[in-house]
T-cell receptor
Framework: AQSVTQLGSHVSVSEGALVLLRCNYSSSVPPYLFWYVQYPNQGLQLLLKYTSAATLVKGINGFEAEFKKSETSFHLTKPSAHMSDAAEYFCAVSQTGANNLFFGTGTRLTVIP | EPEVTQTPSHQVTQMGQEVILRCVPISNHLYFYWYRQILGQKVEFLVSFYNNEISEKSEIFDDQFSVERPDGSNFTLKIRSTKLEDSAMYFC?????????????FGPGTRLTVT
């Protein structure tokens, strides 16, 4: 079975501060892990994905995530928050042999000017 | 840039009524998906579809649900007799290939409210 847990349904950061959104996964086989972002009134957009290559994955808009097997984590970070980063962020996992995604409950990021 | 579109953006219906949610996937994509998100809960996989057949479905996708590709562009989700618990945001997605290395592109969603 596979699942993801996102700690913190709401995260607020000041503009220019570090963004850290947490995701822990559970998977019985090596997972593929994804971060999606949803801006208001838009669809889910892929930020980045881990597919068993490099453990540090760089995505769009300056975001990156590190796969840590020992911690079963895939936290999303950005060194300096921008106002345009305000959105809902979803962590997701898929496993070998299936292409359906299992999502977390999402984290709403607010950026304070 | 190509995008997945969904109509309507909001749908309000009475319990027991049939609803059809519509999606237009990206034109060269062959694999289609429906997900839903009940308010405050996880985005959940419902069904995947390829070559006019269901590829996978979750436990949620019971006999009340059906999917169809009625023409070359639309992909629909039908709920035959809606229940209050069907109230959710429904997302359509499409991909070129079912391999999980290929990105699933999501639409903006349809918010379904069952009263």
């Amino acid at each position: 079975a596979q699942s993801v847990t996102q700690l913190g349904s709401h995260v607020s950061v000041s503009e220019g501060a570090l963004v850290l959104l947490r995701c822990n996964y559970s998977s019985s086989v090596p997972p593929y892990l994804f971060w999606y972002v949803q801006y208001p009134n838009q669809g889910l957009q892929l930020l980045l994905k881990y597919t068993s290559a490099a453990t540090l994955v760089k995505g769009i808009n300056g975001f990156e995530a590190e796969f840590k097997k020992s911690e079963t984590s895939f936290h999303l970070t950005k060194p300096s928050a921008h106002m345009s980063d305000a959105a809902e962020y979803f962590c997701a996992v898929s496993q070998t042999g299936a292409n359906n995604l299992f999502f977390g409950t999402g984290t709403r990021l607010t950026v304070i000017p | 840039e190509p995008e997945v579109t969904q109509t309507p953006s909001h749908q309000v219906t009475q319990m027991g009524q049939e609803v059809i949610l519509r999606c237009v996937p990206i034109s060269n994509h062959l694999y289609f998906y429906w997900y839903r998100q009940i308010l405050g809960q996880k985005v959940e996989f419902l069904v995947s579809f390829y070559n006019n057949e269901i590829s996978e479905k979750s436990e949620i996708f019971d006999d009340q649900f059906s999917v169809e590709r009625p023409d070359g562009s639309n992909f629909t989700l039908k709920i035959r007799s809606t229940k209050l618990e069907d109230s959710a945001m429904y997302f359509c997605a499409s991909s070129e290939n079912p391999n999980r290395e290929y990105e699933q592109y999501f639409g903006p969603g349809t918010r379904l409210t069952v009263t």
